[in-house]
């Protein structure tokens, strides 16, 4: 991944910058600058709470490439507080144990290392809540 | 707009085919529509293809197949629509002849999966780069994630997923075209491995080469290439969200739905009135939500419809007949050409072993993304 790529996508992967819509209110999951639920555009800068609850979940077994090590893992979409959902890894657990309606903290974390240079690519990831 | 007809088509088998490159497939598919219509002419052609760019690096394909089937100088553009590409270029074609722009347009399909790409990469750019295949999603992952809330919501079971997979290849093992000519038993799907829990391998489409391609004109002049054209009564496409996580029900296809209804709307018929379908089972949950989002069962129902034999040939609405893109394959962009060659050829009574009997009107849904995108058709035999 260029840098410049990368770095466009540091607000939303390292601090989970949202928006929320001054219009209908719906906060959108990465901040955007239309509002899908009512094509308003108006949009205010707002930051998600890194807790949420599993929407729904699977474990990965055939995973791709850089993540080949990793498998079998569980992924969840996630629900804040704010009513933004996002797709996270829930890691800190036995995969199979991962069920709709669990309750989880988003922490910062490594995802993986990209390409030959090994890249290190952050974001956040989900742990049974304590 | 003009009534629009298909009055050939033309297909290779599906499967890893090693000696056939990316031209080679669409040459085979599109010379044989042409050569079954008696065509001396062409106005122009849709290459329906997800991702010849990574897969083998080739893009602008309009030209390379144009000129390879000796056609150069027609109009000629590839459509992308992710796994919906094939139905989006029967779509463009649709729309050209009944605008009367055009008299005479082949629509095609055509992917080459299996030339060395990392496909499971390749697949996952049909998914959010920036928010979900990043953090580690597969495509599998995402539908398994649908199943998962189709199992939460509506008590559906990993054998209810299982059924879809036992009757397609059912059917699949009477078509010769097929990637899997042979039936799996319930058994053997439950104890294959998993790919994204709930899901295993038998609940998988394969990877596929293959192409497939359909002739269009006017219906006014179909009697000229053929004495049993299929009259196209309507054309649906629509989107939803892109991440799976922006989805107020996961289990529920809005894309579908919506273009059922346009599609409906147009050919003035309702889910009722079908006699038979070709459903997008790229996985056997999808097939489950797509026969709920296409009105055939009510919302949250679809579970048990293969189980109960309602889905299968002989009974009330058989759904794919070919073997679905579970038993035939699924060479992505190639997939919404195959799905209407086989409603062409059940209504035109030449399905053989797989015939469904009586059937008069059939629809094909084709699903880009994990459901993002969706293109339905309705045909009627005249």
């Known amino acids: 991944m260029p840098s410049p790529r990368y770095w466009r996508e540091i607000p939303a992967r390292y601090r989970l910058e949202a ?13 955007r600058p239309v509002c899908p639920a009512c094509g308003g555009r108006e949009m205010e800068g707002t930051a998600l709470s ?19 090590m990793e498998a079998p893992y569980a992924m969840a979409v996630v629900e804040t507080p704010e009513g933004a959902r996002l797709m996270a890894q829930v890691a800190d657990c036995e995969p199979d144990g991962v069920r709709p309606g669990m309750e989880v903290t988003l922490e910062f974390r490594l995802l993986s290392r990209e390409g030959r240079g090994g890249i290190l690519c952050y974001g956040h990831k989900a742990v049974p809540a304590r | ?10 297909m290779t088998r ?45 893009e602008h394909l309009g030209p390379l197949m144009a000129d390879w089937l000796g056609r150069s100088g027609v109009a000629a553009v590839r459509v992308e629509s992710a796994c919906a590409s094939g139905g989006a270029a029967l779509r463009s074609a649709f729309l050209e002849v009944a605008s009367g722009a055009s008299d005479l347009v ?12 990392d496909v499971t990469a390749v697949l996952a750019t049909a998914a959010d780069q920036e928010t979900e295949a990043y953090h580690g999603v597969t495509f599998p992952g995402l539908y ?19 059924h879809v997979a036992v009757k397609n290849h059912r059917h699949g093992a009477l078509n010769p075209k097929a990637q899997f000519r042979r039936e799996v038993t319930i058994e053997q799907v439950l104890s294959s491995s998993f790919v994204a829990e709930p899901l295993r391998l038998l609940h998988c489409s394969p990877v596929s080469d293959g192409a497939a391609a359909v002739l269009l004109c006017p219906l006014d002049q179909a009697r000229k290439y053929t004495d049993r054209p299929v009259k196209i009564l309507g054309s649906g496409l629509a989107t939803a969200s892109m991440a799976l996580a922006d989805r107020k029900d996961p289990s529920f296809l809005d894309a579908v739905q919506r273009s059922a209804e346009r599609a409906y709307k147009m050919a003035g018929v309702g889910p009722g009135d079908i006699h038979l379908a070709e459903v997008h089972d790229c996985f056997t949950i999808a097939e489950i939500c797509c026969i709920e989002a296409l009105g055939f069962v009510d919302r949250g129902r679809g579970g048990s419809a293969a189980r109960g034999g309602l889905t299968a040939l002989g009974g009330r609405i058989p759904v794919n007949t070919s073997g679905g893109l579970k ?35 059939g629809l094909a849904q084709n699903m880009g993304g994990s459901g993002a995108s969706s293109v339905v058709h309705i045909f009627q035999g005249v």
């Open chain 2, 14 to 58: 599906f499967g890893e085919l090693w000696r056939w490159s990316l031209r080679d497939l669409f040459v085979e598919a599109a010379a044989e529509a042409l050569k079954s219509a008696g065509a001396d002419h062409l106005d122009s052609i849709y290459v329906g293809n997800m991702a010849a760019g990574q897969f083998v690096g080739q």
């Open chain 1, 50 to 68: 890194r807790r949420g609850k599993v929407i729904t979940c699977t474990v990965v077994h055939i995973a791709p490439g850089p993540l080949l």
């Open chain 2, 327 to 361: 038993s035939k394959g699924h060479p992505v962009g190639a997939t919404g050409i195959a799905q209407a060659i086989e409603i062409f050829e059940q209504l035109r009574g030449e399905a053989g072993a797989r015939q469904a009997q009586g059937a008069r009107i």
């Open chain 1, 19 to 31: 928006a929320r819509c001054r219009v209908c209110g719906k906060v959108s999951f990465p901040a």
């Open chain 2, 106 to 117: 082949l629509a095609s399909g055509v992917e080459k999966m299996n030339d060395g790409g």
């Open chain 2, 144 to 162: 398994a994630m649908i199943a998962r809330s189709h199992m939460e919501a509506h008590g559906t079971t990993e054998e209810d997923l299982a």
């Open chain 2, 1 to 10: 707009m003009r009534e629009v007809a298909i009055v050939a088509a033309g």
